[in-house]
Structures are given as structure tokens and as C-alpha cells.
């Protein structure tokens, strides 16, 4: 299979509308389009075709019990696959939707069992992504959609990224340009009678708290062995070839704690990367090659490590690195998305210092 990638950066453009129409073309055929959103690239097919649903899984090798989320352009089509939207949610829809955010409601008979690994619930997102709204309206249809990437590999935030895993597996990728957040969109179970957070996001635990008074973690964000309610929370993800370690622990410490961590490893045999902050990159440039330091931003700038951790693992398979050290951040905020992926990709293996 050749695959196509179509620019839509500029969705004014008779080319991108005609790139948006030909994508919906092949969703309603069944077929799989990579497209942009603001939290990272989605693999998507239509939401409502079992059989297109099962692509996903092959493409991606991704386990059947693992759930997919529903893209969404309008309320219209969240009533169309959502059996219930309690008062939690709508407080939610109207807080951040348009937004990365994806609620778990009860789902309605017409959602496939495909979707949800066979839970009576399904995950509901309405991206912010214009580019995304779009797709989706061309389609007429909700979209399912993970990452669009290897099962258990870092998540692309570019085109680019996409077209390394998914070349000849998919007939089109859409080119929307850079992915704003870089992290996967805060996934909350709106079910019960408390919020419960599935996987954190660039909507916080703080920015919910205000709007609802309170949201509660799931224990499966500490590694618990659960069974899986949304993507992400079972099995090893966002992970590079070479093994990851993650330094934890006072900024200021850090430098000397990478250099000690990096002369061992050497010493051992090793080719280290490390993916770390400005500052840590920095001061470790009389040990480690240009080519094996990718700085993710200062330290403390959440947004930006967000922004860049997955793009920077991607490409540690680029070089001979056979040893990764990752600099951990705060879990505050949005730290505690970037530190749940950083957990996820490093398989929990994590010094303290």
C-alpha cells in the first residue's frame, strides 16, 4: 500500500478542502487516515464500522482489549453515541469542549463492542484541532482514534513521526503541522459519582477541581494491574528502543546526578542519550555528543516538555544509543501528565536522588 500525506495547515485552501473531502472518502469506505490534533496525531476509522475499528488494532499491533476513543465535531454527535450525559459531564462539556479532553459516559447500542474491549462505556472526545472538527464532519461520522504509532512507541506530534511507523500501512496521513500540547488528552470517567481521572492531560487535576469541586486518580495511574477503561492505562507505552531510566528530584541536584549516572554507565560500556532540560543538556556537554543530549525545554517549563518529550524519544532511535536518562519534573499540573508518560515509557524505572 502507498501512503499519501496531504498538507492541510491552511484549511482555507482548496487543496486541503479537497484533501478533508478525500479523507472522509476513505473513513466511510473503511479505510484508516492518520490526521492532526492538538494533543498528538490520531489513527482514525469510522467510528461506527466494526470491521474498519479492527484495522486500527492490526496496524497499530495494538492488544483488542485495549479501548479506542470516539472523535466527535459537535454535541450532535456525543448524544449520538452516549447513552447518558450526566450533570458532571455536562459541566465538563461546557467547561473544556472543544479541548483535550476525552469523558467516558455509558454508550449507546450503535457504538461497536470493537471500540470499548467490551465495556458498557465508551470514550468521548471533541478535539480543539479545527483540522480535526473538520476531518470528521467531511466523514459524517465519529471517529475512532488512538495514537497514530506502533502499539507501545512513542506518540507522533508530527507527520513525519506518523509516516515512519505507518508508511505502507495506511493509505493517507493529513499534515496539520506540529501538535500544540505533545501529550495525549486527559481522559475523565464521568460514570460515577466522582470524577475519576484515567490519564492525566493538559486539562489538570487543578483546572478540574475548580469546575467540579474535586477528581479522584485511578489507581491504575501508580501501575496498578487493572482491567483497562481507556487507552493507556494497562500496558507499556510511549516507549523508545533503548531502555529509559528517569532521574527524580531537586532541579538543582540534577546536573551532578546525570553526570555521575552517565560516567557508570560509560564506564560499563554503554552509548548514553539523555533526554533532559536545557540546563542539565547544557552542563553535560564535555560528556555526552550533541547528537545524544535532546533538551526538551528549561526546566519547570511544563509546556514545553510537554511539547517535545515525545518527539525526542522518537528520534534516540536515530542514534547508537543503547542507555537513556530522562530528567524528571514536578507532578503538579501538567507534570503530571508528562511524568505519567515519562513513568509509562521508562516501564517505571526510576532513581530518586
Known sequence: MKTEVLNIENL????????????????????????????VYGLGANGLDGAACAKIYEAKGRPSDNPLILHVADRAMVEEIAEDIPPMAEKLLAAFLPGPMTLILKRKAVVPDRITGGLATVGVRMPESAAARAMIRAAGVPV??????????PSPTTAASVLRDMDGRIPLILDGGPCRFGVESTIVDCTGPVAVILRPGAITREMLTEVLGGARLD????????????????????????????????????AAAFRRQVRQLQKEGHTVGILASDEVCAALADVIPSE?????????????IAAHIYEALIAFDDTNADALLGEGTTERGLGLAIMNRLHKASGFHSIQI
Open 144 to 153: 475512532a482514534a488512538p495514537s497514530a504509532n506502533i502499539s507501545g512507541r
Open 12 to 39: 482555507k485552501g482548496d487543496a486541503a478542502k479537497a484533501a478533508l473531502a478525500e479523507a472522509g472518502r476513505l473513513l466511510r469506505a473503511g479505510q484508516l487516515v492518520a490526521f492532526p490534533t492538538e494533543t
Open 292 to 304: 545524544l543530549r535532546k533538551p526538551y525545554g528549561a526546566q519547570g517549563d511544563l509546556s514545553a
Open 219 to 254: 489507581p491504575a495511574l501508580v501501575g496498578a494491574n487493572v482491567t483497562p477503561k481507556a487507552p493507556g492505562m494497562k500496558y507499556k507505552h510511549y516507549a523508545p528502543r533503548a531502555p529509559l531510566t528517569l532521574l527524580e528530584g531537586e532541579p538543582t541536584k540534577m
